[in-house]
């Protein structure tokens, strides 16, 4: 079974549209709709579609206010993993990832343990950006591909397929980061547990409707906690090291 995760914060202009186009683009596939009790009705409108149109392949997963991308992606992945999931995506509500994409992700994931959809490979790139948005985001890749020495292009993408067991394997307790770290921190973790991580061209859109969620805030934050990612692991490769020295 196939599941898409969108987490949702006032997507209510976007969500309708967005399903359309994924069921249509992967027919039978399964959608959970995580939303931080927008105000402008987001999760209504998730109930009311659920009722009168999509049934049992739509979800929503309630939360009681704005909590973060990354608590909401590990309450998705908790409850996708309970019900038997074998393939699971992350998505943006907004448009910014084209759903067309998902057929190719599903194919890249017979190959493979982890898809990410990169922005920074041939065939991917973005539109409606302005340099210096470019940038930020380029920019934040090659920082952290060059922190946590690893070898993928784009590693503040959110566009994604787990494969189940790496889900499993990865102790979503010990999840840190809660926004734009988000996503670098949980491919830096599948790469350090050995499993096999592809990337998949895409052509990230700007958004089509809404109010972005990025800010300054968003962006210092991953910044410090690549840093302390990349320590975590240090330090955890020296004790390593030093256990059997202390057990003699």
């Known amino acids: 079974m196939q599941l898409v995760i969108i987490p949702t914060f006032n997507e209510r202009s976007n969500i309708a549209r967005l399903l359309c186009l994924i069921y249509s683009a992967v027919p039978g596939i399964h959608i959970l709709v995580v939303d931080d009790a927008s105000p402008d009705g987001t999760g209504e409108l998730i109930e009311q579609l659920q009722a009168e149109k999509y049934g049992d392949t739509l979800f929503l997963l309630k939360r009681p206010g704005k909590l973060g991308l990354g608590t909401a992606y590990i309450a998705g992945f908790k409850w996708a993993l309970a019900r038997g999931y074998q393939l699971i995506f992350e998505m943006d509500a907004d448009f910014s990832h084209n759903p067309k994409y998902l057929p190719h992700f599903v194919t890249a994931s017979a190959q493979c343990d982890v898809v990410l959809g990169s922005r920074y490979v041939d065939g991917g790139g ?14 934040g890749s090659i920082y952290s591909r060059l922190i946590l020495n ?24 010990r999840i ?16 350090l547990l050995g499993f096999r991580i592809k990337e998949v061209p895409i052509v990230f859109e700007e958004r089509r409707g809404g109010e972005s969620k990025m800010s300054a805030s968003i962006f210092r934050e991953a910044l410090l906690m690549v840093l302390k990612l990349r320590v975590r692991q240090r330090l955890l490769r020296q004790s390593t090291v030093m256990e059997p020295n202390n057990l003699s």
């Open 150 to 173: 690893i070898p993928f292009h784009d590693l503040t993408g959110g566009f994604k397929c787990f494969h189940r067991q790496v889900l499993e394997a990865i102790d979503l307790d």
């Open 126 to 139: 973005v539109t409606n950006w302005n340099p210096l948005r470019r940038l930020i985001s380029m920019g």
């Open 176 to 191: 840190q980061s809660t926004g734009y770290c988000f996503q670098i921190e949980m491919t830096y973790r599948a790469y």
